[in-house]
């Protein structure tokens, strides 16, 4: 069984590396990086206030229900069914929710589950150059995805799992449907008596959203032919065509080692790279402090930080030939170091028998967006 996994591990290191020696290459020669060239970008937003406070680096930690989002290969670790529902308010007034239900089976051999998120506003007002106060409509942004989960324990050390995304992205009176892949692995072992977990991700890989609707109608005016008289013409009705755009396929390995193992505490310090396709490689750190069934209580608290590094966050000042945003403060564009990536938050949870509830929190910082509360409530039978 061990020179199995360890094949199976050295298969899955060697696919990575492949994977990433081209971008390594393109980085080394020129900036390719594809700064707003994907679409379907709210895939990106997470799932639940501990996944949000611990930062991109919860990859390796996740044995709950976010395993549906954060890690597939996780999910057959999830010890009973569980239900979670997880709300945020965005910038610009836009609200994104996620949802997951996961079941355990075969003895906790394997694990099914279902996700949903959605992200989006609605009843805006359309304003256009010739009517810069309204022209009395509306429109809406409504983005969603619908995700099965399949995860499965190969033995006492290693599992993984997959996620099949159904993705539906409307904008306005256009809309257009994708479908991608997750793929995660989790391999679990002991550092004398501290237990360490390391992960290997691959998110949304599938295939690119082309939109299409009646937003893309529009009247031309045929041309007369030459040396005939210019007589007026009506307009006649056409079509615009779109570009298609790939999603933001991001690849992930990760570790989460215990500093502190006990039968009622636990210290976790976490740590992640990521390579995603559009943005440069980033990294985060993450630390986990829980305690469990506080005085026989039936109460678990946990704390929880972290900061993540993303470089497309290190705003350049316009006009010396860098990606950069006019208005900013370029002190902060230039630093090294962006509120972007700062993660703050906590947890309370409630047992009894095979019963248990739980309320996450987590502060996340949007860097020159400002910041934003994530919300989280679980139930588990």
């Known amino acids: 069984m061990t020179r199995r996994l360890t094949r199976v591990l050295g298969t899955l290191m060697g696919l990575a590396a492949l994977w990433g020696a081209p971008l390594a290459a393109q980085v080394q020669n020129q900036d390719n990086t594809g700064y707003g060239s994907t679409s379907g970008e709210f895939l990106l937003l997470g799932a639940g206030a501990r996944g949000t406070a611990l930062g991109g680096a919860f990859a390796a930690l996740t044995t709950d229900v976010t395993a549906l989002y954060y890690n597939p290969g996780g999910l057959a670790q999830i010890p009973r069914p569980a239900l979670m529902i997880s709300t945020y308010s965005y910038v610009a007034a836009t609200r994104y929710t996620w949802v997951g239900l996961a079941l355990p089976m075969g003895g906790g051999a394997r694990a099914i589950g279902l996700s949903a998120g959605s992200f989006g506003f609605s009843e805006q007002p359309v304003y256009t150059l010739e009517n810069p106060d309204g022209t009395g409509e509306t429109y809406s942004v409504a983005e969603t995805f619908l995700a099965a989960t399949y995860s499965q324990n190969f033995s006492d050390r290693f599992s993984a799992g997959f996620s099949a995304k159904l993705i539906s992205d409307k904008l306005g009176a256009t809309a257009a449907t994708g479908f991608a892949l997750d793929f995660g692995t989790n391999f679990h072992a002991m550092i004398g008596d501290r237990p360490i977990r390391s992960a290997f991700v691959i998110q949304n890989l599938g295939t690119n959203l082309r939109h299409d609707g009646s937003g893309l109608e529009a009247?031309?005016?045929?041309?007369?032919?030459?040396?005939?008289?210019?007589?007026?013409?009506?307009?006649?009705?056409?079509?615009?065509?779109?570009?298609?755009?790939?999603?933001?396929?991001?690849?992930?390995?990760?570790?989460?080692?215990?500093?502190?193992?006990?039968?009622?505490?636990?210290?976790?310090?976490?740590?992640?790279?990521?390579?995603?396709?559009?943005?440069?490689?980033?990294?985060?750190?993450?630390?986990?402090?829980?305690?469990?069934?506080?005085?026989?209580?039936?109460?678990?608290?946990a704390a929880r930080g972290s900061y993540t590094i993303q470089p497309d966050q290190n705003l350049s000042p316009p006009g010396k030939g860098q990606p950069g945003y006019a208005g900013f403060d370029t002190q902060q564009s230039t630093s090294s170091f962006s509120k972007d990536g700062l993660a703050l938050g906590g947890g309370l949870t409630y047992g009894r028998g095979t019963w248990k509830l739980g309320f996450d929190y987590a502060y996340r910082s949007l860097g020159p967006l400002g910041g934003t509360n994530f919300l989280s409530f679980s139930l588990g039978w």
């Not at 041309?223 to 991001?250: F, H």
């Not at 690849?251 to 943005?279: C, H, I, K, Y």
């Open 219 to 301: 009247g031309v005016q045929r041309q007369p032919p030459l040396g005939t008289v210019d007589i007026p013409q009506e307009n006649q009705p056409a079509r615009l065509r779109t570009s298609s755009w790939g999603l933001p396929v991001s690849f992930r390995v990760s570790v989460a080692l215990d500093l502190l193992a006990q039968t009622q505490n636990r210290v976790t310090v976490l740590g992640e790279f990521t390579q995603p396709t559009n943005n440069k490689p980033g990294a985060g750190v993450g630390l986990e402090w829980a305690t469990i069934n506080v005085g026989n209580s039936g109460f678990s608290l």
